[in-house]
C-alpha cells in the first residue's frame, strides 16, 4: 500500500503560480508512475500530467506550456509547477501513483483556487 500526502495548495491571482508537492510514504521502486489529476467542480476528473520513473512526460493540452512536472525518485515526491494559473485551472487537485500507469494510488487531494 502506498499513501500519497499532498502540500501547497492555495488561493492565487490569474497569472501568478503555485507548486505542488506530494511524497509517498513508503520507498517503493516499483512505483514507476507519478502523477496529477485534476476535477473542477461539477466536471469529471481529469489528467493533469503524470511522469515516468525514466523522466517520460505527458501532459494535458490545456497546460502545456504552463505545468511542469518533476519528480525526485531518492525522495519518492512528485512535483507540479504551476505558471499563469487561469481561473479555469480552479480544481483539487490529486497526486496520483502506480507501477504500470499512474491511478493505482490516489491522495486526499488540494484545492487550488484562482481568482479573475
Known amino acids: 500500500q502506498v499513501q500519497l500526502v499532498e502540500s501547497g495548495g492555495g488561493l492565487v491571482q490569474a497569472g501568478g503560480s503555485l507548486r505542488l508537492s506530494c511524497a509517498a510514504s513508503v520507498s517503493d521502486f516499483s512505483i514507476n508512475y507519478m502523477g496529477w489529476y485534476r476535477q473542477a467542480p461539477g466536471k469529471q476528473r481529469e489528467l493533469v500530467a503524470y511522469?515516468?520513473?525514466?523522466?517520460?512526460?505527458v501532459y494535458a493540452d490545456s497546460v502545456k506550456g504552463r505545468f511542469t512536472i518533476s519528480r525526485d525518485n531518492a525522495k519518492n515526491t512528485v512535483y507540479l509547477q504551476m505558471n499563469s494559473l487561469k481561473p479555469e485551472d480552479t480544481a483539487d487537485y490529486y497526486c496520483t501513483s502506480g507501477k504500470v500507469g499512474p491511478t493505482a494510488y490516489w491522495g486526499q487531494g488540494t484545492q487550488v483556487t484562482v481568482s479573475s
Open positions: 511522469i515516468h520513473r525514466s523522466g517520460y512526460t
